[in-house]
């Protein structure tokens, strides 16, 4: 393990075994501190923000993009601060702590017993949702995890999110895929965040009207298992509690072989993304490169695709 990896495991230890202690409000002045401090530096990740938030909201001059990822940076670390204490909170906190528009979507589609597929972007506080389905709603669900460096970070997270009630299956090793089939086939709910390919071997959409991958995952599942695959999208307002939309089912289309039939499905995925992080993209939580012009290595910038 490098120097760095060991820093970082250390960091996310302590944010872990420390921040949960703390009252809440220090804990959120603590995290926009943090955010201020880290926009002012204007390192890599707020000016890939800044470009990110460029597309989204085009007509923006440097003046509103600035503020947009000054927002963005508070509405990030609120997302640390809140998974940080999560572990922490009582089971009333957690219910009290979302509040979900339509969410007869998913109900309906669980008493069906047909299986759901919950595909999220990158948006407020996908933990606090996960973890509200478990605990409100009482309903266990599976979902995949990228595999971090070191492995004790992934282990963290691993353990942090089990806690939370959620079956975490690695993104890599080729069997996630069959084990969330199985789930789907026996009625159970799988959630995944949806709005960034790790795979290089995604489905190309329009998003906002430039192309970027989305993985494929959502809707083959959804195909295969005959699963309803239904788009959430979160967000934060200047209360202690999120918010939240189940949107409408994303149904297979009825003809067209089965690459037509993801890629059809997919788009629909990202024009819902697409909804949700235009009316709140300062919760859009998009530090890294995502569309396909971006991709490639730039000298210029020193960043890595």
């Known amino acids: ?71 963005g940076m508070r509405s990030y670390l609120r997302y640390w601060m809140e998974s940080f204490r999560l572990p922490a909170w009582s089971p009333e906190r957690v219910r009290t702590g979302f509040d979900p528009k339509d969410l007869h979507h998913l109900t309906d589609g669980l008493a069906s017993g047909r299986g759901v597929v919950l595909a999220l972007p990158h948006l407020a506080n996908w933990d606090l949702a996960g973890a509200w389905v478990t605990t409100a709603l009482g309903t266990p669900f599976t979902t995949v995890a990228e595999r971090l460096k070191p492995e ?46 790790l795979s290089a ?56 072989t089965r690459a037509e039939k993801t890629s059809s499905m997919t788009q629909a995925l990202a024009d819902a993304f697409a909804t949700g992080i235009a009316d709140h993209p300062e919760d859009w939580h998009m530090l890294q490169r995502l569309w396909l012009a971006d991709l490639e290595p730039r000298a210029a910038d020193g960043e890595r695709p």
């Open 201 to 256: 071997s995604g489905v190309e959409v329009k998003f906002f009207g430039e192309s970027a991958r989305m993985p494929a995952g959502p809707a083959l599942l959804a195909q295969q298992t005959g699963a309803l695959l239904l788009p959430v999208t979160l967000w934060y307002d200047d209360s202690p509690v999120m918010r939240g939309r189940v949107h409408p089912p994303i149904e297979v289309p009825e003809s067209g």
């Open 152 to 197: 004790t970070l992934y282990d963290r997270f691993v353990a942090y999110r089990e806690g939370l009630g959620m079956e975490v299956l690695p993104h890599s090793g080729g069997s996630a895929f069959g084990t969330l089939a199985r789930r789907l086939r026996d009625g159970g709910l799988v959630c995944l965040v949806a709005d960034r390919d």
């Open 1 to 71: 393990m490098s120097a760095r990896e060991r820093l970082t495991d250390t960091l996310y230890g302590l944010g872990w075994s420390t921040v949960k202690k703390l009252p809440e409000p220090a804990a959120v002045r603590l995290g926009r501190t943090v955010a201020d401090l880290a926009w002012k530096r204007r390192g890599k990740g707020v000016l890939r923000l800044e470009r990110n938030y460029a597309r989204v909201v085009p007509d923006a001059g440097p003046e509103r993009l600035a503020e947009l990822s000054r927002a």
